[in-house]
């Protein structure tokens, strides 16, 4: 290929983790006019080897209901399925004091609230799907070193001199966005002067399928079940006490975390290897640019309560493939200004609101000032007594949302 002569492509993703992998695959089961599958070009900067991936760390991630179902629309939750462990229970409550409640599948008539996957799994998974799609081209390791928007196309020119030519752009290249930092899309930021501890753990009492997220006087510390008796550690700590508690051996480790957390599923046994990572709301304005719109984290990167990162980040990719099948099925242009202007006006209401309420759960959730610690324990009471409070909060958390989005 002749540097001086562009390849062209339908469709260019630049991240290739969780949210750029969905995309590639949902994008390329879509045909155009001519009856002909998407060519879907995938660009990510870090080498093949999953275990190192950045995007499948050794983390685990909640997929909720919904996000389960748009999976199967897109045909991709058989590849997830064998590698998921499912959440039947979700116990909340709040350390210190009496309120608390508990969700269930049966309530909702759901199999499961959400699964839970290693994101090393769900990597290997999209991996294999890509490799047997013929309309990706995965370009890795690939250094995107400058974007040329024009009236017909976006020119991509990669570190080692290859040039492509795309209808649409989309980043999905995470919290510190390359492509968002090209066009100089402003981005409102709330520290939280915390950080998460992730980590992999094991009790003594298999989990079996109950997930709980607990309130603590530093911040929310969650435990979602995985696989094999294990339980996924989300732990958010006031950021100058975090790196005492990484420097702690495990046995030290444990018995603050078994402080924390308590004995609803017997003692703290064995801990993996642990990471750090500190909390910052990250939100851009408007995620729109020409022929160019950002999706997941680096659209908006969430704090972890309520385990709505991901989840909101595939409404984004459902829907985004939504609008690019009708524009399709209408003749128009896939990255012009029309759709990508309509398919924001579709999401910006359910990103609003799911940014301000885990926002506004993890500063509430995170002060000991007395009169909301009395506020928020009588919802919790009131919450578990009367279940429809639960409605409102449930939809949202589970991803049912998505429904509206797509009407």
Known sequence: MSHSDPVHVDVAIVGGGMSGAVLALSLAALKGPSGAPLQILLLEASAPELNAHPGFDARAIALSAGTCEALARHGLWSRFAPHCAPITHIHVSDRGHCGQTRLT???????????VIELSAAGIALQQGMDATANIRLCCPAQLST????????TLTLASGERYQTRLLVAADGGNSFVRQHFKLPVSRHDY???????????????????????TEGGPLALLPMQEGLSSLVWSVPRDEAQALMAQDDAAFLARLQQAFGWRLGRFVRTGARNLYPLVLTVADYPLAQRTVLVGNAAHLLHPIAGQGFNLGMRDLDLLTQAVAQALAAGEDIGSFEVLSAYWQRRKGDQEQTIWLTSSLAQLFSNGHAPLVAGRNLAL????????????LASRTLGFVADLCRE
């Open 105 to 115: 599948a049966a309530q909702f008539g759901l199999p499961a609230l959400g699964q």
């Open 147 to 154: 974007i040329a928007p024009q009236e017909e196309g976006v």
């Open 193 to 215: 002067e915390q950080s998460a501890i992730i980590a992999t753990v094991k009790t003594a009492e298999d989990p079996a399928g109950r997930a709980f997220e607990r309130f």
């Open 381 to 392: 009471s009131l919450m578990g007594r009367l279940p429809w409070l639960q409605a409102p």
